[in-house]
Every structure is written in structure tokens, then in C-alpha cells.
Nanobody
Framework: QPQLVESGGGLVQSGGSLTLSCAASGSKFSIVAMAWYRQAPGKQRELVATVTAGGSTNYVDSVKGRFTISRDNAKNTVHLQMDSLKPEDTAAYYC?????????????WGQGTQVTVSS
């Protein structure tokens, strides 16, 4: 089954930038859509951005114009370019993939990567 491995989190000052990456490893599957979620302490996990196999993207209002999601279908990777970061973007960020395998759809999550934005 696919495994999602994230990288790129860290500590950055307000107004700075970070790029998160997520690579899906494994075989015999096709990825329908990929996304990034985030969860701040004491809050529910929220959807940040999605990208379909066809390249259609969608963003939560709070990150529109600042974050850009992209994917490389050949490499089964997804990236989240985060610019103009704000302290309220501080959270654990999780990669998500909806996968088609043997005629069924499955959902997979990465282990999470911490993003901390200092004021």
C-alpha cells in the first residue's frame, strides 16, 4: 500500500516562506487527488488545499493568495508553497492522498510535519 512521506516543515518568521513536500511510495495504485491538511493545538484538522489528478486546485479562504499547491503526477509528489506566513499558520501539516487501487478508493495520510511561524 502507498506510504506518504512529508518533508519541509520548520520554524520561520512571520512573512517568511516554506515549502512542504510529500512523496507517495509504493506500486500498483493511481492517485486520484492529493491534499494538505493542518491541525493546530486544540483545534480540529482543517483542509488547506487540494489538487486533483487533472491539476484543479482549491484552497481554504485563509490561505488563498499565499499558498500554492502543485503536484508531479509522474513522481507521485505534491508540494505546498507557503508564502507570507502568519503566526496563525502554525500547525502540524498532514499530506493526504486519495488512491485508486484494485478498483477501490482508499485514503492515506502522512505522519505530519510541524510548521511554526514566529511573530
Amino acid at each position: 500500500q502507498p506510504q506518504l512521506v512529508e518533508s519541509g516543515g520548520g520554524l520561520v518568521q512571520s512573512g517568511g516562506s516554506l515549502t512542504l513536500s510529500c512523496a507517495a511510495s509504493g506500486s500498483k495504485f493511481s492517485i486520484v487527488a492529493m491534499a494538505w491538511y493542518r491541525q493546530a493545538p486544540g483545534k480540529q484538522r482543517e483542509l488547506v488545499a487540494t489538487v486533483t489528478a487533472g491539476g484543479s486546485t482549491n484552497y481554504v479562504d485563509s490561505v488563498k493568495g499565499r499558498f500554492t499547491i502543485s503536484r508531479d503526477n509522474a513522481k507521485n509528489t505534491v508540494h505546498l508553497q507557503m508564502d507570507s506566513l502568519k503566526p496563525e499558520d502554525t500547525a502540524a501539516y498532514y499530506c493526504y492522498a486519495e488512491v485508486l487501487r484494485s478498483g477501490y478508493t482508499y485514503q492515506y495520510w502522512g505522519q505530519g510535519t510541524q510548521v511554526t511561524v514566529s511573530s
